[in-house]
């Protein structure tokens, strides 16, 4: 009994109020005011573990949490990414537009020159050699498939056909090329106003749409590749990361975003 009110006290937030509470209990039960000090500490301290311990708990878990949400993240920007180079090719894949390639060379004083060399090509064609340079595969299943179909009929007809994919046998195929081109339309449908406008603009950015998609694609998995190394490192507690391999990563990173026109 004299266990269970102690208890009671320990519950007792304030400490001045707990040592009158355990004055008053030791005069009543007759028994030292140290054995109930005592007794009142040790419990006290077993509280306090188990608060750490549900607190680290409680940590662990959010922590679990946040990495998922930042693994989600990462995977919904390369989902929108790749998602975004399916609705160039579907949209606007016949379209033969100019690009300009930055290209760097040395001088004969060791002086690093840029030179911009203008071309024209098709949509599909610079979204396919710099996916085949690079040999990016789509890491959504869906977008992969819609992919090799359109990379399929531009080795047969040089040219898109969107009918033949909202038709497609294969439904998951249909059906995602039917929703990117419907959110199109919607989205072209609100500025019904000013369409021409709209579609006019829209050329005239394509250059820009294709190679920033390109170049962001790039930036995030580049990421990921540095990612990886540091993770395989630290699964293995080994601290013979490849720096030279990472700075590598590192640099190329920061020459895309140079190229995006942003600061790294």
């Avoid at 606007?92 to 060791?110: A, L, P, R, W, Y």
């Avoid at 090509?121 to 090799?148: A, G, H």
């Avoid at 170049?215 to 580049?222: A, D, E, F, K, P």
Wanted: with cysteine.
């Amino acid at each position: 009994m004299i266990r269970d009110i102690v208890m009671s006290i320990s519950k007792i937030p304030d400490n001045i109020q707990r040592e009158v509470y355990v004055q008053e209990c030791a005069r009543i039960m007759e028994i030292s005011e140290r054995v109930l000090f005592s007794e009142l500490a040790q419990m006290l301290k077993k509280g306090n573990e188990e608060a750490l311990k549900s607190t680290q708990k409680r940590e662990a878990s959010f922590q679990i949490v946040k990495e998922d949400v930042k693994k989600e993240v990462k995977t919904d920007a390369l989902y929108v990414l790749e998602k975004e180079i399916i609705r160039i090719l579907l949209l606007f894949g016949n379209e033969e537009v100019s690009f300009m390639n930055v290209i760097q060379t040395e001088d004969e004083h060791g002086k690093i020159v840029e030179e911009v060399e203008k071309y024209t090509s098709p949509i599909f064609k610079e979204l396919y050699l710099n996916l085949q340079e690079d040999e990016i595969e789509f890491t959504n299943s869906i977008f992969q498939l819609v992919y090799y179909e359109l990379i399929n009929q531009i080795s047969q007809n040089e040219k898109i056909e969107i009918s033949s994919l909202i038709n497609h046998e294969n439904k998951e195929i249909a059906n995602e090329v039917t929703g990117i081109l419907m959110d199109e339309e919607k989205y072209t449908l609100s500025e019904w106003e000013r369409k021409n406008i709209f579609v006019t603009e829209t050329i005239n950015v394509l250059p820009k749409l294709v190679t920033d998609a390109i170049l962001n694609l790039r930036r995030i998995l580049i990421e990921r590749k540095i990612n990886e190394i540091m993770k395989e490192a630290q699964k293995e507690n080994s601290s013979n990361v490849d720096l030279e391999l990472i700075s590598n990563y590192t640099g190329l990173k920061k020459r895309l975003f140079e190229k995006l026109n942003r600061v790294i």
